[in-house]
């Protein structure tokens, strides 16, 4: 199970990467403006990352905020991008939400269902 949601956040992480990098006319859209889109990309990548990397969410909550950094700073050199202060904190906080979503559905689980030996 691990693998698969380690596939997952990695695939996520790629497509977010590719819509936030890539040709504006690829982006997919969803009526909820530019920084819901945002926020929604980056919960998900936070919850799956935080998901399939359980032992490292604090290292992991640190690499999401310094990625999500070098990809508004790679914007300056993509044509038709804009890299924006605002977009960076939405991206980031977004991103360290997911992981803590993903630290309470963990917390919630092991508090209903306690492993047996």
């Known amino acids: 199970m691990t693998i698969l949601l380690r596939l997952v956040a990695w695939g996520l ?4 990467t590719f819509a936030t990098l890539g040709p504006p006319r690829y982006r997919p859209h969803v009526d909820i403006g530019q920084s819901g889109e945002h926020a ?14 359980r032992r490292s969410r604090l290292l992991i909550a640190l690499v999401a905020v310094a990625t999500t950094g070098a990809i508004e700073i790679l914007q300056f050199w993509a044509p038709g991008r804009h890299a924006r202060l605002s977009d960076f904190v939405v991206d980031a906080l977004a991103a ?3 992981l803590a979503a993903a630290a309470a559905l963990d ?4 508090r209903n269902w306690p492993q047996t030996s």
């Open 96 to 98: 360290c939400a997911g």
């Open 107 to 110: 917390w919630i689980i092991s």
């Open 13 to 16: 992480a790629a497509a977010v």
């Open 40 to 53: 929604l990309a980056f919960v998900l990548v936070g919850l799956a990352f935080g998901l399939a990397y």
